[in-house]
């Protein structure tokens, strides 16, 4: 007689929102694991849960603050995903914000990642431009060594990938400014590239403001008395504090050179357009000369001197060639012409 099957319970990675959901204990992950079932791995001793969200919605959210007991405010903040990089503890969890970038389409699109860290768990929420923190994953179990340090290592594992990816968004530009400042001395200077100076300089800004924050959140992460903290992780946040510094230090250096390459273009511009002006002042004064003879010579008068003269045509024109030679010979030495 056949035996009668069993229900196994299925883990729902698979359901919008969620990208991954394990339970590690000793730096190995043991399975993965529907939301439902989170808390309770999450309270044995060695274990601690991961789970990875992408833009999720507010059941989803609501069922992941029953698992862990999360704050309200906590929740309020992860579904508008419109906050300024911060740590915040409530409890004995933390909740932190981070704001990630990425180049598309030559602009540089912003999102944010919402971390809750508590005892035998670590939430990752991702909204807008952000990579994948696959790569952070599988970096992390590749050291289970390092893993089995417990929800802090992966709090300063995803913080440190973060910050990473500020260098290639800073390479793109860098790599673009120095192109610009290879031709902007040229002989044309479109206002589009003019108005990508200030493009740059504006999205510098803007990456500014959401990576230099984040030395505030690692200074409060290397200190003492935060829970699910030990101090071992200290110097790894203080690192990625070395590295906050170094993005800030790059972000004013190409916000300098643009600065310079946006008043170059400037005086370009300027300098040309003053070339230009030379140019067609010098003209105007060469042409002025056969234009007052020929005003002279062709008003309406029966008695003008040299009118009948069987040489005066030949003559005045030659007079108005030797003075538009002169003329042309003098701007020529000035370099207006």
């Known amino acids: 007689m056949a035996k009668p099957l069993k229900l196994v319970s299925v883990p729902s990675v698979d359901m919008p929102g969620i990208v991954a959901s394990a339970v590690y204990a000793g730096g190995?992950?043991?399975?993965?694991?529907?939301?439902?079932?989170?808390?309770?791995?999450?309270?044995?001793?060695?274990?601690?849960?991961?789970?990875?969200?992408?833009?999720?919605?507010?059941?989803?959210?609501?069922?992941?603050?029953?698992?862990?007991?999360?704050?309200?405010?906590?929740?309020?903040?992860?579904?508008?995903?419109?906050?300024?990089?911060?740590?915040?503890?409530?409890?004995?969890?933390?909740?932190?914000?981070?704001?990630?970038?990425?180049?598309?389409?030559?602009?540089?699109?912003?999102?944010?990642?919402?971390?809750?860290?508590?005892?035998?768990?670590?939430v990752s929420v991702r909204?807008?431009?952000?990579?994948s923190y696959a790569p952070v994953r599988e970096r992390?179990?590749?050291?289970?060594?390092?893993?089995?340090?417990?929800?802090?290592?992966?709090?300063?594992?995803?913080?440190?990938?973060?910050?990473?990816?500020?260098?290639?968004?800073?390479?793109?530009?860098?790599?673009?400014?120095?192109?610009?400042?290879?031709?902007?001395?040229?002989?044309?200077?479109p206002q589009e590239r003019i108005s990508r100076l200030y493009q740059l300089r504006r999205d510098l800004l803007r990456l500014r403001n959401a990576a230099v924050p984040l030395v505030e959140v690692c200074r409060r992460l290397e200190q003492p008395g935060l829970p699910g903290i030990d101090a071992a992780m200290q110097p790894l946040f203080r690192d990625v504090s070395d590295h906050i510094r170094r993005v800030q230090e790059e972000i004013e250096s190409l916000r300098e050179m643009l600065a310079f390459a946006f008043e170059t273009s400037l005086m370009t511009g300027q300098a040309q357009q003053n070339e230009i002006t030379r140019k067609l002042a010098a003209w105007a004064a060469i042409l002025a000369v056969p234009t007052a003879v020929?005003?002279?010579?062709?008003?309406?008068?029966?008695?003008?001197?040299?009118?009948?003269?069987?040489?005066?045509?030949?003559?005045?024109?030659?007079?108005i060639a030797v003075v538009c030679g002169c003329l042309y010979w003098r701007f020529r030495r000035k370099r207006w012409l």
């Open 140 to 189: 992390c179990e590749a050291a289970p060594t390092a893993l089995s340090e417990g929800e802090d290592f992966i709090l300063y594992a995803i913080l440190d990938f973060i910050v990473d990816n500020y260098m290639p968004v800073i390479e793109t530009i860098q790599a673009e400014v120095e192109e610009i400042e290879d031709s902007i001395l040229g002989t044309n200077q």
């Open 28 to 122: 190995r992950r043991v399975r993965e694991i529907p939301i439902e079932e989170a808390g309770d791995w999450s309270k044995k001793p060695g274990h601690v849960v991961w789970i990875g969200l992408h833009e999720p919605g507010l059941d989803l959210l609501r069922r992941v603050q029953a698992e862990f007991g999360l704050h309200e405010l906590a929740i309020e903040d992860a579904l508008k995903a419109h906050q300024r990089p911060k740590l915040e503890q409530y409890g004995e969890a933390l909740f932190v914000v981070a704001r990630t970038a990425q180049m598309v389409e030559g602009r540089i699109a912003f999102g944010e990642t919402h971390l809750f860290v508590g005892h035998g768990y670590v």
């Open 294 to 319: 020929a005003g002279i010579y062709g008003m309406n008068f029966d008695v003008l001197p040299e009118l009948h003269w069987k040489y005066g045509y030949p003559f005045v024109l030659t007079v």
């Open 127 to 131: 909204h807008g431009a952000s990579t």
